[in-house]
């Protein structure tokens, strides 16, 4: 049934264009789905889209300008959105789907109220473009989620399109729609998330040993619009990614600080984005004194491209009902994923050594398969599938961090259901693993961030022995401090690593 929010907070003002829901007869909801967008429409419409980290969300919106398309980012949603979301949503979804359904609303709803546009202005020029597909929880269903909140919201009609998650960049396009759902559109999106990523990732290198507080901020900010200008004139970007370093080396920094880092993984929105949906996890995390290890988009990539992949591997030994087995039956299958993965890691790896990411590997998900196909089914796709469960036994093996914390939504099907009940096998096999699952509910902060605190205090106290368990040379080059000297060592903390790099080996 749909059903009209029922707090005082989310009455909407007195204009009589937002009334409706009130005095509307309750029925049950259909999700009427044949939206249009058509070439006349195209000058006059802004298209809105959001979610991922906010210098990729800027990023996508100038790269996509450049290809003549207005596309314009949502601000990141915050408590309220999470709220205005639960109070037009369906009761037992998920966090991701209440904050960004919350916050499309919000925005939708400052048009209307701050602006003095109608609902029915709002749904003529603007519409809403988002992932969508099908899986075993409840992401199959948030594109029907958006379309009944917004209608309850006041905004029935308003548009949203989707693209699959999981057709990589070649979607079906209907001739009629303006939307540009082209192979064009997606290898300049997937440009721009890949340049964001490598920017976020320096970013969380240096940002916790920075001499004056908010110099990496301001710097990457001051790349964001180098590549910006780039996309939008059409300019070389390995080029604009080389002059980032000019920015760069200027932030100073003292990397001998002994500080924990902390692997920050599990569902995908919930361990990336940067806001009220994960409590501000990263930025806590550095105001604590820790180093994180984010997750980059290219890591969900990868896992997509492996399991179309992995997909394509089980239908060959499918028997027809005839019998006769299949041939690998569609050799043109395996050559796009394959000329996928090479075009990915090729872009990723000319654009981050241009700008000096050189000790960051793009995850090979066929090594974390096999790490973790003792513990985890394969088979079993959803959510991260099993990268959660890889993620802690390469850590722990290899030694990549003091503590690993899993983020994830209330209730998450893949990652609290099935991960974590997993992770208590890979703990127990693993004893040494300092592994904190957490989940987020929208409220409930304060014991979120004590428990936070309280993994953090280990994981402190082992950074801290491992760098007093170094002999530290007399003299410190001071390459030491340059954000491109990154040194592979078996130490898990940035310090420590330098040190042993510049230590001479005894034989
Ligand atoms: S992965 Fe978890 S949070 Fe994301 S849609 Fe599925 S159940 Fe919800």
Same mark, same amino acid.
């Given at each position: 049934?749909?059903t009209?929010?029922?707090c005082?907070?989310?009455? =909407?003002?007195?204009?009589p264009?937002?009334l409706?829901?009130?005095h509307?007869?309750?029925?049950?909801?259909?999700?009427? /789905?044949?939206?249009t967008?058509?070439?006349?429409?195209?000058?006059?419409?802004t298209?809105?889209?959001?979610?991922?980290?906010?210098?990729?969300?800027?990023?996508?919106a100038?790269? !996509?300008?450049?290809l003549?398309?207005?596309?314009?980012?949502?601000?990141?949603?915050? %408590?309220?959105?999470?709220?205005l979301?639960?109070?037009?949503?369906?009761?037992?979804?998920?966090?991701?789907?209440?904050?960004?359904?919350?916050?499309?609303i919000?925005?939708?709803?400052?048009?209307?109220?701050?602006?003095?546009?109608?609902?029915?202005?709002?749904?003529?020029?603007?519409?809403?473009?988002?992932?969508?597909?099908c899986? =075993?929880?409840r992401?199959?269903?948030?594109?029907t989620?958006?379309?009944?909140?917004?209608?309850?919201?006041?905004?029935?009609?308003?548009?949203?399109?989707?693209?699959?998650?999981?057709?990589?960049?070649?979607?079906?396009?209907?001739?009629?729609?303006?939307?540009?759902? /082209?192979?064009?559109? %997606?290898?300049?999106?997937?440009?721009?998330v890949?340049?964001?990523?490598?920017?976020?990732?320096?970013?969380?290198?240096?940002?916790?040993?920075?001499?004056?507080?908010? #110099?990496?901020?301001?710097?990457?900010?001051?790349?964001?619009?180098i590549?910006s200008?780039?996309?939008?004139? $059409?300019?070389?970007?390995?080029?604009?990614?080389?002059?980032?370093?000019?920015?760069?080396?200027?932030?100073?920094?003292?990397?001998?600080?002994?500080?924990p880092?902390?692997?920050?993984?599990?569902?995908?929105?919930?361990?990336?984005?940067?806001?009220?949906?994960?409590?501000?996890?990263?930025?806590?995390?550095? @105001?604590?004194?820790?180093?994180?290890?984010p997750?980059?988009?290219?890591?969900?990539?990868? *896992?997509?491209?492996?399991?179309?992949?992995?997909?394509?591997? $089980? /239908?060959?030994?499918?028997e027809?009902?005839?019998q006769?087995?299949?041939?690998?039956?569609? =050799?043109?299958?395996?050559?796009?994923?394959?000329?996928?993965?090479?075009?990915?890691?090729?872009?990723?790896?000319?654009?981050?050594?241009?700008?000096? !990411?050189?000790?960051f590997e793009?995850p090979?998900?066929?090594?974390?398969?096999?790490?973790?196909?003792?513990?985890?089914?394969?088979?079993?796709?959803?959510? @991260?599938?099993?990268m959660?469960? #890889?993620?802690?036994?390469?850590?722990?093996?290899?030694?990549?961090?003091?503590?690993?914390?899993?983020?994830?939504?209330?209730?998450?099907?893949?990652?609290?259901?099935?991960?974590?009940?997993?992770?208590?096998?890979?703990?127990?096999?693993?004893?040494?693993?300092?592994? *904190?699952?957490?989940?987020?509910?929208?409220?409930? #902060?304060?014991? %979120?961030?004590?428990?936070?605190?309280?993994?953090?205090?280990? #994981?402190?106290?082992?950074?801290?022995?491992?760098?007093?368990a170094?002999?530290?040379p007399?003299?410190?080059?001071?390459?030491? &401090? &340059?954000?491109l000297?990154?040194p592979?060592?078996?130490?898990?903390?940035?310090?420590?690593?330098?040190?042993?790099?510049?230590?001479?080996?005894?034989?």
């Amino acid at each position: 049934m749909s059903t009209s929010p029922s707090c005082s907070a989310f009455r =909407p003002n007195n204009n009589p264009d937002n009334l409706h829901f009130i005095h509307r007869e309750k029925s049950h909801w259909k999700d009427h /789905t044949r939206y249009t967008f058509t070439m006349d429409e195209k000058q006059d419409v802004t298209i809105l889209f959001g979610g991922l980290t906010l210098l990729q969300d800027k990023l996508i919106a100038s790269a !996509l300008h450049s290809l003549g398309e207005r596309y314009m980012a949502m601000p990141n949603p915050d %408590f309220e959105s999470f709220q205005l979301g639960k109070a037009f949503g369906n009761r037992g979804q998920c966090n991701p789907t209440y904050f960004n359904v919350g916050n499309l609303i919000k925005y939708l709803q400052k048009l209307r109220d701050e602006k003095g546009l109608s609902s029915k202005e709002i749904i003529q020029k603007y519409l809403f473009v988002t992932a969508g597909g099908c899986g =075993p929880c409840r992401f199959g269903m948030y594109i029907t989620e958006y379309r009944k909140a917004l209608s309850d919201a006041g905004f029935e009609g308003f548009r949203i399109m989707s693209f699959e998650h999981n057709k990589g960049i070649f979607q079906a396009v209907n001739d009629n729609s303006a939307i540009n759902f /082209t192979p064009t559109f %997606f290898i300049t999106l997937t440009k721009a998330v890949i340049i964001g990523d490598i920017i976020n990732l320096l970013g969380y290198k240096m940002r916790p040993y920075e001499l004056q507080k908010g #110099a990496t901020d301001k710097a990457i900010e001051a790349c964001r619009k180098i590549v910006s200008e780039a996309f939008m004139q $059409k300019k070389n970007l390995v080029k604009a990614m080389w002059k980032c370093r000019e920015v760069l080396e200027k932030v100073g920094l003292d990397r001998l600080q002994p500080k924990p880092k902390v692997m920050v993984m599990g569902e995908f929105w919930a361990a990336m984005t940067e806001g009220d949906g994960n409590y501000n996890l990263h930025r806590f995390l550095e @105001e604590e004194g820790a180093e994180c290890i984010p997750q980059p988009l290219i890591n969900r990539l990868m *896992l997509s491209i492996w399991e179309a992949e992995f997909a394509l591997e $089980k /239908t060959q030994d499918i028997e027809k009902p005839d019998q006769k087995k299949i041939d690998f039956s569609n =050799p043109k299958n395996k050559l796009l994923i394959k000329t996928a993965k090479i075009a990915l890691k090729t872009h990723f790896t000319f654009y981050a050594k241009a700008i000096g !990411l050189h000790d960051f590997e793009i995850p090979d998900i066929q090594k974390l398969a096999d790490l973790s196909k003792a513990y985890y089914p394969l088979e079993s796709s959803g959510g @991260e599938g099993h990268m959660e469960v #890889a993620h802690l036994i390469e850590s722990a093996k290899e030694n990549l961090a003091h503590l690993v914390i899993s983020v994830k939504p209330f209730g998450c099907m893949p990652s609290s259901c099935v991960s974590d009940g997993i992770q208590s096998l890979v703990t127990s096999r693993f004893p040494a693993a300092n592994f *904190l699952s957490i989940e987020t509910s929208g409220e409930g #902060a304060a014991n %979120f961030y004590s428990r936070v605190q309280m993994a953090l205090f280990k #994981a402190k106290q082992a950074a801290k022995e491992e760098f007093e368990a170094l002999d530290i040379p007399k003299y410190i080059p001071p390459k030491i &401090h &340059h954000y491109l000297y990154q040194p592979k060592t078996d130490k898990a903390g940035t310090a420590a690593r330098l040190i042993q790099s510049i230590t001479p080996k005894i034989f």
